[in-house]
């Protein structure tokens, strides 16, 4: 646990290692470790930098070492730290929630006629936290509410995928096999409240009242083992879901793949005709119920990208 310390007790750890620093700033302890830190939020002055040199040659050669490991996170504290444009929303970074779980923010929905649940949870490999998704025989997603995000405002999409297994399917675009080891899904609505009669006359009285007013549209990126890339169709299971394959085979197995996609190029292409639609959830889903077998898969780093602003 990292806290911060009073100065006296900040004297008497500097004051140990025969080290003080040359500026008074908040001094963050971990305890767990023992290691003191100094915090430093702006470049220290040359003033600063030459005293804190003095006392380095000043103390001698045996106290070098110490002052210069101090020196050097000063120094790296000092370096701004990587940070997200302010144009952009994060949907998806799991870089602080709890390994095992589900990741904070995503609620993990079975769709109507489903029965099993597919665990999504959040987990490590080498290149550092995402999250997991396993499949056996199960078809639900996990999604996450955006409010009403207009795609011309963010008209980018931004990912990482890989696969680990794949479902036993020959052709996804079969009825009896619509399974595939990850989907990425963007889920529009009209802009509005549900109750807005123009959105009810847009989707029709009973669809609105006694079907659960589902979404105006959903675009389906997704993995496929056998449908060739780019070639986009209706899914077998409702005509509001459009499937698009953004990569395809099992070559690319365990690594990495960066995508990037216009949403708003993507709308009017696949989506003709739709007019004010707002983007409200977005859904990440491992699904095997058609089939009954099994997949995994990873997706880390969702992003959406802000619209350059006209000068």
Known sequence: MIREVSK??????????????????PILLDSRTGIAYIERVEMPTLIESVLFLVIILWRGANMRKSAALVFLLLALSAVPAFAVPADTLTVADVSRDTVDETPKGWENVLPPKGRLYTNYLVRYDGEGPYIHAASNGAGSWIERDLGQVDPSRYPVLEWEWKTISFPAVEWERNDKQDDFTIRLELVYDYSGGKWNPLNIMRKGLITSFFRGNPPAAVLSYVWSAEVPVDEPYPSPATSRVTVVPIESGVYMTGRWMHEKRDILADIKRFLPGERNLTLKKIRIRCDTDDSGS???????NIRLIGAPESE
Do not use: E, K, L
Not at 8 to 16: D, G, H, K, L
Not at 294 to 300: C, F, K, L, V
């Open 8 to 25: 006296t007790t900040a004297r008497n750890i500097f004051s140990a290692s025969g080290v003080s620093p040359p500026w008074a700033y």
């Open 294 to 300: 099994t997949a995994q898969s990873g997706i880390r």
